[in-house]
């Protein structure tokens, strides 16, 4: 488009990769921005250039931080020897909005996957299983997304923590909360079916 | 969210006020960002404060560039005494891209609307009719939006405008290019109806 500036064609470029944002909606977004350039632009610009300064990864758990050991990892509130392993640092943010899981996080980085050719070592699986086996785990918590590459992994660190002391569990399966029977898909309805409970 | 950093959560704030984004997608962003900081995050925040410093209106028609003058007003090609009225610059990109208006721009910032308290004074519209006043310009084309509030704005102008010797033209309404009859609304049925031509 000729009808602005180069710079300004370039941001929308930019913009139009983001996840869920297309040209039109790269566009709107630029001028928008521009209007408010004081108020949410040039913050925007510096809170950008900030992180990507100093975001990194813990080297302990894999969530994302501003400093090589995270705050859940440096906490003592949350050594109680739950590890909770999670595929990615967003489903890691998803536990800590359910807001009952106060232990610590094991975050892989995906799933296993033949198709990918994603093996144990390119998750962070040695870096959980030297974890447990240093000793103050008591329990690894699973919560892997339910799809066939979430449940292959899981299974391959149940196989893999299996010579260690340490209780394996994993999220519940069933209705989620505010779900109607009717609109759920049948795999669910017979998870939730099987692991039903006394009232 | 106390998981990650003063400076993401700072970043996912910020990104949840643009247009579109709530602050699910916010995060997932943000994340996507992090992952991809060379190539993506570190670009993004520089074309943001590169913009942030340089983008302005041009004095004579409102577009945004990062001159005074924008390319549009200052190309030769373009001064073939058409102007074309459009509320925001938006839609003046949304003109360019249909490719076959080859004269000015003026931009009005809005239209008039009594319920906001938005007057001719704090539109452009006393600049538009200087224009038309200093001469040049044979045909203004007023291609508003076609809800009450523009075409309120394009009788507004019309009036203003009465007194000069220029030829006012509005868009054409009708049937959209790929439309559907069964899927478009009595109103634009009705106009299409009422503009019909021979074939």
């Given at each position: 488009?000729?009808?602005?500036?180069?710079?300004?064609?370039?941001?929308?470029?930019l913009m139009a990769r983001l996840p869920g944002l297309g040209p039109r909606s790269a566009r709107r977004t630029v001028l928008h921005l521009i209007k408010k350039r004081a108020q949410v632009m040039t913050p925007l610009?510096?809170?950008?250039?900030?992180?990507?300064?100093?975001?990194?990864?813990?080297?302990?758990?894999?969530?994302?931080?501003?400093?090589?050991?995270?705050?859940?990892?440096?906490?003592?509130k949350r050594a109680n020897g739950q590890i909770c392993v999670v595929e990615d640092v967003s489903?890691?943010?998803?536990?800590?909005?359910?807001?009952?899981?106060?232990?610590?996080?094991?975050v892989l980085g995906g799933t296993l996957s033949a198709?990918?050719?994603?093996?144990?070592?390119?998750?962070?699986?040695?870096?959980?299983?030297?974890?447990?086996?240093?000793?103050?785990?008591?329990?690894v918590i699973?919560?892997?997304?339910?799809?066939?590459?979430g449940q292959t992994t899981a299974h391959y660190i149940a196989d893999q923590l299996a010579v260690h002391e340490v209780t394996l569990t994993s999220l519940a399966q069933g209705v989620p909360i505010g779900g109607e029977?009717?609109?759920?898909?049948?795999?669910t309805i017979t998870a939730a079916f099987r692991a039903r409970k006394s009232v």
């Open positions: 488009m000729s009808t602005s500036s180069r710079e300004i064609e370039a941001l929308i470029e610009a510096r809170a950008l250039s900030d992180v990507a300064a100093s975001a990194r990864e813990c080297v302990d758990c894999g969530n994302i931080g501003t400093s090589d050991h995270c705050q859940i990892c440096t906490s003592d489903d890691l943010w998803a536990m800590e909005r359910g807001g009952s899981f106060t232990g610590r996080y094991h198709l990918d050719a994603i093996g144990p070592d390119e998750l962070r699986i040695p870096k959980l299983v030297s974890r447990v086996a240093e000793g103050d785990v008591s329990e699973l919560a892997l997304n339910a799809t066939v590459d029977l009717d609109y759920l898909d049948d795999g």
